[in-house]
Each structure stands twice: as structure tokens, then as C-alpha cells.
């Protein structure tokens, strides 16, 4: 055991996604598939983890697939995102056989962590870390109304796809969550008889994993799109609502008009008034 003073050396446990943690991550090294950005962040902070490595979604519009590392600095949680193109998203043993390191944070170089490094290399420097020094700054509320009229379908912008609600059956949901499936698992988060479901890309990376949530989706009938992550902030649904432009789509989206290159607030817009036109 320790004695007073000395550094704990810390498991590094494996987590395909940030917002299912528990109890055991607690004072651990994260390797996590998950975005970069500032929610996921907040996620494991929140998770009382000790240090932790995220997928850089590519980096992406006003880099927000690394905005954790600044965010997690505030609070001196060492912080490193693994380059997306050297691993699948959404897939943390991959993360730690294949991923490099694309960028560290303050807190994290100061353990000898740093670009360049293999995911293991650096997890294995973090389990030196000190815990960090209190609570995560709080951040904007993450479930949101985006559009509300009467007679048209209700579009909601979520954060995380971890905030789908089971009511959410017949409405129009728009997720800053990157669109990879979780350890190659079919991906059943939506609920059935969601009409449109959209994530961000997460600029592709290894394999294409940024959108293969989509076939999951259609096969359930589900509409399913991605946003380009150059065009929109990933972890931020107004941002791909407002800003993003589609990049991948499956046929269920293409048969409710969706096509590549649209703004995905075009795209919605004009299906949430058809639908009120028909009903009418």
C-alpha cells in the first residue's frame, strides 16, 4: 500500500463508451472510444476517473474533437486523444492495440506524455497521474428543444446518444454523438419508431467507423445520417443542426429526400413540413 504522500498507481481499464460508467472506473486510467469533445470530458470527469484517452473524431470544426483537454485541464485531469485515423471510434480495444496519440493536454504532458506515442505508452505514463483537483466546470444543458409546431413532427437536439428517451418514438432526434457503432456491436441505443436519427462523422477515420451506425438503423427503418465533421462541431447537436452539411446517409434517409451535400437543417426543415402538409 502506499504510504503518505505517494503517487497510486492506477488500473487502466477499457470502455467503449464515456456515459455508461460506474463505480469501478473510479481513480482510474480511461481508455475510452469516445469523442474528444468537451461533453465526453465532462463525462469522465464526472466519472471521478483518474486520467483519460478519447478518440480526436478527426478534430474536426473549431477542433471540438479535442475540446476535452483544455476543458479537463481546468481541473488538472490529465487528458490525450488518440487520432482516429489509427483506430476505430467507438471501439477502445482497438484504441489501445493500434491508436497513436494525437494530442495531450497540459496536465498530461507533464507526466511525459505526448504526441506520437502509442495509446498504451501514454495510458501506461498516466497511471502516475495525481487526481484532479475537484468537480468538472458545469456544461450547457445537453437535451434541447430544436423545433416545436403544431402538426409537425417534434425535432430534438441531443448531445450525447445517450439521452434518447423511450417517448422518443415519431420524432426527428439530431446527436452531436459520432455515428460508430460501440465494439462493432449492432447498435440498438435508438428507440424504435425514431423517424430520422443523425450523428457526426467523426471525420470517417479508420475503416469508415464514423457512420456505421447507418445500416443498423435501416434495417429498423429508421433514418439515419451523418454530418460532415469539418462542417460541424461533434458533441454539439445545434452546431450539426445549424452548420453541418450531410455526408452519409442510409436509403431510408434518401427515400424521405435526404441528399448528400444538404444542410442537415435544410434537410429536416423541409421534411417536418411536408409531413404537416400531408397531415393537413
Known amino acids: ?8 498507481v492506477s488500473d487502466i481499464i477499457l470502455a467503449d463508451t464515456v456515459t455508461k460508467l460506474s463505480d469501478v472506473h473510479r ?21 471521478g476517473v483518474r486520467a483519460v484517452i478519447l478518440n480526436d473524431a478527426g478534430i474536426g470544426k473549431d477542433r471540438a474533437g ?34 497513436s496519440i ?15 506515442q502509442s495509446v498504451a505508452e501514454c495510458a ?14 458545469s456544461v450547457a444543458e445537453a437535451r434541447f428543444v430544436l423545433r416545436d409546431l403544431a402538426g409537425e413532427p417534434f425535432v430534438v437536439g441531443i448531445d450525447s ?40 462523422d467523426a471525420g470517417g477515420g479508420r475503416d469508415g467507423a464514423g457512420w456505421t451506425r447507418l445500416p443498423d438503423l435501416d434495417a429498423r427503418g429508421i433514418a439515419g445520417a451523418t454530418v460532415a465533421g469539418d462542417t460541424a462541431r461533434v458533441g454539439d447537436a ?15 434517409a434518401e427515400r424521405l429526400g435526404a441528399r448528400i451535400g444538404m444542410r442537415l437543417g435544410a434537410w ?3 421534411l417536418v413540413a411536408a409531413r404537416a402538409g400531408a397531415a393537413a
Open 268 to 270: 429536416v426543415d423541409g
Open 66 to 99: 479535442i475540446g476535452s483537454l483544455a476543458f479537463l485541464d481546468r481541473i488538472g485531469l490529465a487528458a490525450a486523444t488518440a487520432d482516429t485515423r489509427t483506430c476505430r471510434i467507438g471501439e477502445a480495444g482497438g484504441m489501445l492495440d493500434d491508436g
Open 27 to 47: 481513480g482510474c486510467v480511461l481508455v475510452c472510444g469516445s469523442h474528444g469533445g468537451v461533453y465526453a470530458g465532462y463525462c469522465a470527469a464526472k466519472g
Open 238 to 252: 445545434r452546431s450539426c443542426y445549424e452548420d453541418g452539411v450531410l455526408s452519409h446517409l442510409n436509403p431510408t
Open 1 to 8: 500500500m502506499a504510504g503518505p504522500g505517494a503517487t497510486r
Open 161 to 200: 446518444v445517450s439521452l434518447w428517451q423511450p417517448d422518443d418514438a415519431g420524432r426527428i432526434l439530431v446527436t452531436g454523438s459520432h455515428g460508430g457503432r460501440l465494439g462493432r456491436q449492432p447498435d440498438r441505443s435508438v428507440p424504435d419508431g425514431v423517424l430520422v436519427a443523425t450523428y457526426h
Open 124 to 137: 501506461a505514463l498516466m497511471r502516475a497521474a495525481p487526481m484532479p483537483s475537484g468537480p468538472p466546470p
Open 102 to 116: 494525437s494530442h495531450v493536454n497540459a496536465a498530461a504532458a507533464a507526466l511525459g506524455c505526448a504526441a506520437g
